[in-house]
Nanobody, 127 residues
Framework: QVQLVESGGGLVQAGDSLRLSCATSGRIFSSYAMGWFRQAPGKERECVAAISWSGASTDYANSVKGRFTISRDNAKNTVYLQMNSLKPEDTAVYYC????????????????????WGQGTQVTVSS
C-alpha cells in the first residue's frame, strides 16, 4: 500500500507561482512512476505532468508545457509540481498518483493506469 499526501495548494493571482508537493509513504517510492492530475468543476480529471520511476523521463499536457515542471526526490519520497505563470484556467483540484512499474524510464499519462491517489489540493488562480 502507498499513501499519498499533497500540499502546497492555495489562492494566487494570475502570473504567480506555486509548488505542490506529494509526500509518499508505504512501499518503495522509487519503484513507482508518478503523475499529477487535475480536475476542474464539471470537467474530466486530466494528467498535467508525469515522471518515470528513474526521473529521467517526463511528459506534460500541452496546456502546461513551458510553465509546469514535475520532479522527484527519491531520497525524500516526494514528488513536486512547480507551477509558474499560473492562469485562471489552471484552477482545479490537483491530485498526485502513483503507478507501480518495473519500466524504469516509462511515463504514464492515463488515469486508469494509476494505482494510488492522494486526496487532492485546491489551486485557485484569480484574474
Amino acid at each position: 500500500q502507498v499513501q499519498l499526501v499533497e500540499s502546497g495548494g492555495g489562492l494566487v493571482q494570475a502570473g504567480d507561482s506555486l509548488r505542490l508537493s506529494c509526500a509518499t509513504s508505504g512501499r518503495i517510492f522509487s519503484s513507482y512512476a508518478m503523475g499529477w492530475f487535475r480536475q476542474a468543476p464539471g470537467k474530466e480529471r486530466e494528467c498535467v505532468a508525469a515522471i518515470s520511476w528513474s526521473g529521467a523521463s517526463t511528459d506534460y499536457a500541452n496546456s502546461v508545457k513551458g510553465r509546469f515542471t514535475i520532479s522527484r526526490d527519491n531520497a525524500k519520497n516526494t514528488v513536486y509540481l512547480q507551477m509558474n505563470s499560473l492562469k485562471p484556467e489552471d484552477t482545479a483540484v490537483y491530485y498526485c498518483a502513483a503507478h507501480h512499474t518495473t519500466m524504469v524510464h516509462q511515463v504514464f499519462t492515463s488515469r486508469g493506469e494509476y494505482d494510488y491517489w492522494g486526496q487532492g489540493t485546491q489551486v485557485t488562480v484569480s484574474s
